[in-house]
Structure formats: C-alpha cells, structure tokens
C-alpha cells in the first residue's frame, strides 16, 4: 500500500531554514507528483510547492516563490521540502501528499504531517 | 494572487442534502480546474474525496459527490450522516499551481 513517512516534529529559531523529509513506499516512486502543504493553527491548508520526481518539474506558491524548494532522491524514494528564514508565521503542520495517475488527480495520498514550531 | 473562497460554515441535520461550494477570483470554475475535494477531521491529516470535478477515488463514500454548479464546483452530500461531521477544502488548478479554499467546517446537528 501507499505510505509516506515523514520526518519528525521539529522547533526552529526565527532566521533558521528547515528542512522535511517524506519517505515514499508502496509505488514506483518516479511515476507519480509530490505535493507539499501546510496548515498553520487553527487555520487551513495552504498549498507550499509540487515537483514531478522523474523530470525534477517544479511548482511553487506565489507567496514563498524563493523561500521553499522542494527536491527529490529517487535513489531512497524520498522527496524533501526546505523552507528559509523562518519566522513565527511558519509554525504549522507540513504535509507531504502523492498525486495520482494523471494530472487531475490531485494529492491523492497524504503523509501524517509534521509539526514545526517556530519560536525564539 | 488567486483566492478561492468556500462557505465558512453550514450546518446540516442527519439524513438531509447539503452541497459546499468553490468559487475562483479569476472567474467561472471550469473542468480544466480539476477541482478537487478534500475531508479533514480535528488533528488528522485530510483524506482525498473527489478528483477531476465528479471522480471518487475507491474509498469515497457513494453519498458524497461532486460536480461544476452556477461557476463554481461543488460538493454533495446526499444523506448526511453524524460521521460527516468535518471540515471539507476544495483545491483548484491553475495551470501547475494549484490553491486551496478556505474550507467550509460542516456541523451535523
């Protein structure tokens, strides 16, 4: 089946730069896009960035173009997400989700997420 | 910067209709938007309901069910069941990017 194991919780310093991980397992994972979301406090999800695993295509959200890359590693099937110069509004829950087959198919599968807290 | 903007809240009994919607601020909803819908239950990670405006992938409840309305995509439950109970986001594509709405918290009452 489908899995995508992320990484730990995790506290930052205001200025700092993170950087998540999400383990695919359970499909080819060259075949299929990987979203990156987050969903601060008591607020909704907010979509961060997608890349293409096998062209290495990327997209990114008009507010964080510059601040967020997202990669992948084909050799460990694992897709990475790096977010600079944090401060207090990025504390949230990061969420990595699976695309399906075609391009309408839109995160299909998710991850569990992982909380940052960003906090001097 | 595209928003996309859902009802707030609805309140809804069990076993009654209710449709959620999703509109765009650059105009009409269309299919090339692929609307998307999601359910999100408190502190878990949401669940993929509908794709591609009317799909359901094969866990999708046959109750729920999707569809483009007056502009807007929209979102059925036919039914409602106290289970129901959720906070539901539509997500939206422009071109590559893609936008969530604000999501809509369904009460059943």
């Known amino acids: 089946q489908v899995q995508l194991v992320q990484s730990g919780d995790e506290v930052k310093k205001p200025g700092a730069s993170l950087k998540i991980s999400c383990k695919a397992s359970?499909?080819?994972?060259?075949?299929?896009?990987i979203s990156w979301a987050r969903q601060a406090p008591g607020q909704g999800l907010e979509w961060m960035g997608w890349?293409?695993?096998?062209?290495?295509?990327?997209a990114y959200a008009q507010n964080l173009q510059g601040r967020v890359t997202v990669t992948t590693d084909s050799s460990t099937s694992t897709a990475h997400m790096e977010l600079r110069n944090l401060s207090s509004d990025d504390t949230a829950v990061y969420y990595c989700?699976?695309?399906?087959?075609?391009?309408?198919?839109?995160?299909?599968?998710w991850g569990r997420g992982t909380l940052v807290t960003v906090s001097s | 910067q595209t928003v996309v903007t859902q009802e707030p809240s609805l309140t809804v009994s069990p076993g009654e209709t209710v449709t959620l919607t999703c509109a765009a601020s650059?105009?009409?909803?269309?299919?090339?938007?692929?609307p998307n819908w999601f359910q999100q239950n408190p502190g878990q990670a949401p669940r993929a309901l509908i794709y591609?405006?009317?799909n359901k992938h094969s866990w999708t409840p046959a109750r729920f069910s999707g569809s483009l309305l007056g502009g807007k995509a929209a979102l059925t439950l036919s039914g409602v069941r106290p289970e129901d109970e959720a906070e539901y986001y539509c997500?939206?594509?422009?071109?590559?990017?893609?936008?969530f709405g604000g999501g809509t918290k369904l009460t059943v009452l």
């Open positions: 890349i293409n695993p096998s062209g290495g295509d990327t």
């Open positions: 989700a699976r695309d399906g087959g075609d391009t309408a198919t839109v995160m299909q599968y």
């Open positions: 997500l939206l594509l422009f071109g590559r990017a893609r936008v």
């Open positions: 591609d405006t009317t």
């Open positions: 359970g499909y080819s994972f060259r075949t299929y896009g």
């Open positions: 650059t105009g009409a909803v269309t299919s090339g938007h692929y």
